[in-house]
């Protein structure tokens, strides 16, 4: 999705929102959200994994360019993934000038593996597509605050979207539902931007993972063209999350 902050501590999701620096229980070397690329592998992830948990020690580091690359080229990824993976993207309208995006997608790890990725916040923009921008920042409180950026084209002209989110990692000790919930703490492009992942286990090999977003732009950018480019976003960044957790549980299996 799209967003943008600078921290050094412990912890370790939301701009899609819904993935904190160094996790308090798996080292790293930001509040439900990804590879763009397929370019996850052993050397590039190290995990340990019984038969649900799954640690990241280190994501993959995509270069700028593959972060800048054209629509065009991302667009070729999708059809890698069968379609029947991911949801059919649901928009709700309350009122003029809001919407509410939903979707959610069926993933090959254990719940414990994709939720190391969607709390390592630091390294989100390593992982989400469009993503530039992912760095915890300080707050008061042990609060995680989250601030995100993202670069988009709407009605073909470059546009720069940030928040800073105050993300609530619930249930995280529950091997079988936790979630994480995001809600704005500042933006300059947002009247709100609030949501949840929320992670349910199917069973020990698999995870279903759910999104949703509220949404209310500020300035002269229209909500119908805010909504129409999440709409395109949330399979993407869903799909590569989905690759991001699948990659790791992969390089599990090869050690």
């Not at 029947?84 to 090959?108: C, F, H, L, W, Y």
Request: some cysteine; glycine content about 6%.
């Amino acid at each position: 999705m799209r967003h943008g902050g600078a921290m050094e501590g412990a912890r370790g999701a939301a701009f899609v929102p819904g993935l904190a620096v160094e996790r308090r229980a798996s080292a790293y070397g930001m509040q439900a959200d990804w590879v763009g690329h397929a370019r996850l592998g052993a050397p590039h992830a190290a995990v340990w994994a019984g038969a649900s948990k799954c640690t990241v020690s280190k994501l993959p580091q995509r270069r700028v360019r593959e972060r800048r690359s054209s629509r065009s080229s991302r667009a070729r990824i999708a059809p890698a993934v069968p379609c029947m993976a991911i949801d059919a993207v649901q928009i709700e309208r309350p009122n003029r000038d809001t919407r509410v995006v939903k979707s959610g997608i069926r993933i090959a790890a254990p719940l414990s593996c994709v939720w190391d990725v969607l709390t390592a916040y630091n390294q989100l923009a390593d992982v989400v597509p469009n993503l530039a921008v992912s760095r915890l920042v300080p707050a008061p409180n042990g609060i995680i605050r989250l601030e995100q950026c993202g670069v988009q084209k709407i009605l073909g002209f470059e546009f720069q979207a940030a928040v800073t989110m105050d993300m609530t990692e619930q249930n995280k000790d529950n091997d079988n539902l936790r979630s994480i919930v995001f809600r704005l703490a500042a933006s300059r492009d947002f009247k709100r931007f609030e949501g949840v992942w929320f992670l349910t286990k199917i069973n020990d090999r698999f995870t279903k993972l759910n999104y949703e977003v509220l949404i209310s732009p500020k300035g002269f950018v229209p909500v119908s063209a805010v909504e129409w480019r999440i709409k395109e976003d949330v399979p993407a960044n869903l799909l590569a999350v989905k690759r991001a957790c699948e990659a790791l549980v992969a390089a599990t299996m090869r050690q």
